[in-house]
């Protein structure tokens, strides 16, 4: 377990998926926890209908900040997207998919099985490892 996966049970469930992993690099990419907080909001869930898994969606956003472009250069723009296949294989490979429904075996977009999600205790059980499967990929790779 890395530094950072082994943060995770200190603000998981506090806040969602991607909040947690993109904040644990907030100081290492020169933000702020709380505006890191704020941007990850909107991803949780799988952005709110239980697509891609708010880690690797908070991992998008690491990445993005420590390798991404940010200009229409299309050389940085391959380089951005080599780094985001790269993490989508290794993620994929540890858990078989990306998608949170897939991942935790309810559609939490439906607020009726969501709660059904709760009871059984996935998010507890599940997706923190998704959470210290993003980080190590990040800390192993980035």
């Known amino acids: 377990m890395t530094h950072k996966a082994s943060l995770v049970d200190e603000r998981f469930p506090l806040v969602n998926c991607a909040q947690t992993v993109?904040?644990?690099?907030?100081?290492?990419?020169?933000?702020?926890?709380?505006?890191?907080?704020?941007?990850?909001?909107?991803?949780g869930g799988g952005m709110?209908?239980?697509?891609?898994?708010?880690?690797?969606?908070?991992?998008?956003?690491?990445?993005?900040?420590?390798?991404?472009?940010s200009s229409s250069d299309p050389d940085a723009k391959?380089?951005?997207?080599?780094?985001?296949?790269?993490?989508n294989e290794k993620f994929k490979g540890e858990h078989g998919s990306l998608i949170c429904k897939e991942l935790?075996?309810?559609?939490?977009?439906?607020p009726e099985i969501a709660a059904e999600?709760?009871?059984?205790?996935?998010?507890?059980?599940?997706c923190p490892l998704f959470i210290e499967t993003a980080c190590n990929i990040i800390d192993d790779h980035f």
């Open 48 to 69: 709110a209908c239980a697509e891609t898994c708010g880690a690797a969606t908070g991992a998008y956003m690491v990445i993005g900040m420590k390798h991404g472009h």
């Open 22 to 43: 993109f904040s644990l690099y907030a100081e290492e990419i020169r933000l702020d926890e709380k505006t890191a907080l704020k941007i990850a909001s909107g991803f």
């Open 117 to 126: 999600a709760k009871e059984a205790g996935v998010f507890e059980s599940k």
């Open 104 to 110: 935790v075996g309810y559609d939490i977009s439906i």
């Open 78 to 87: 391959a380089i951005t997207k080599q780094k985001i296949q790269l993490f």
